[in-house]
Structure formats: structure tokens, C-alpha cells
């Protein structure tokens, strides 16, 4: 078990790095600010790694996750890279995951420029949001398959003839 306690972190005010054991610290800051830090050396080099702020997170989370990273230094795993690689893991999935409705609203605002007028664009969100999102408004673009396409077109074309037309020539 560690040398700090929740009492004992609670009241800490001395400004530097305490201890808790197993390359696991708490830092004190001037403004009396406390967060977990975790140093290590990989490849020969120092490091120090931010594993969050006290109290939101606890001793005991931190004394898990200070386990989770020796793990990975044991491993041969640099714990600050293997983060780096996590965070852009998760953001290229919400890249991914973008709907319909958001592309098509910025495809409307980028192209608003190039119509004659405002009532163009204004024919393109009706319309969008008369046959396309109801059907794919919500759906990840990724995932958008031919059937939903036809799916949107098809009343268009038995009962908008105007509508498919224009779509026919576009």
C-alpha cells in the first residue's frame, strides 16, 4: 500500500510532488491545485505522465491506473504514445461517424454562395428534410447504402415528377 491517504492528501498544502509509492505522485501546485502524476523512464529517458486531477480522481482510481501504466512499461509499451494513439483512435471514429443531416447542412451553407438566391437553398433544406431525413437524417454517412437512396427517390419520382426530373438532369 501506498504513503499517501485520502486524510492526509486532503489536507496536503506543501507546493511540490509527494509520493505515494511505485512511481506514483501527487502534485501540489501554488494555487493548492492536486493532480496525479505517474514518472517512469522508457527508452532511457524520464517521463511523466498526467493521470488527472484530484479529487475527481481518487487515490484509489489513481493507484489502478498508476498499475495499468507500469503494466505497459513492463510491457515495452510507452504509456504517453500509447495514449497519443488511443485519442486519435476515438476521434477518427467520431469523424466517422458523422451523419447525413450535419454533411448536408454544411454542403448547404458552403454552396449557399453560389446560388442565385436565398430560396434555393431554402428548396434544398425542404426537400432534404421532406425525403432524405427521415430516412438517413440520423445514419453515419459510412453506413448510407444504395437501398436508402432509393428508398428516399423513389416517392419522388411516382408522385414529385418535377422533383425527379430535376434530380434526373442534375
Known sequence: MGSLS??????????????DGDNLYLQV????????????????KRREMGIGPYPEITLEKARDDAMELRRLVKAGIDPIEQRKTDQAAKRAEC????NFAFC???FIEAKRHEW??????Q???????QYA?????????KDIETAHILRILEPAWTTKTETASECDHA
Open 116 to 121: 442565385k438566391n436565398a430560396k434555393h437553398a
Open 104 to 106: 448536408a447542412e454544411r
Open 29 to 44: 501546485t501554488s494555487s493548492n491545485a492536486k493532480s496525479w502524476i505517474f514518472r517512469f523512464s522508457f527508452d532511457g
Open 6 to 19: 485520502a486524510k492526509k492528501i486532503e489536507h496536503l498544502k506543501k507546493v511540490g510532488y509527494h509520493s
Open 133 to 141: 431525413y427521415p430516412v438517413i437524417g440520423m445514419m453515419p454517412v
Open 123 to 129: 428548396q434544398w433544406t425542404n426537400t432534404l428534410e
Open 95 to 98: 469523424d466517422n461517424t458523422v
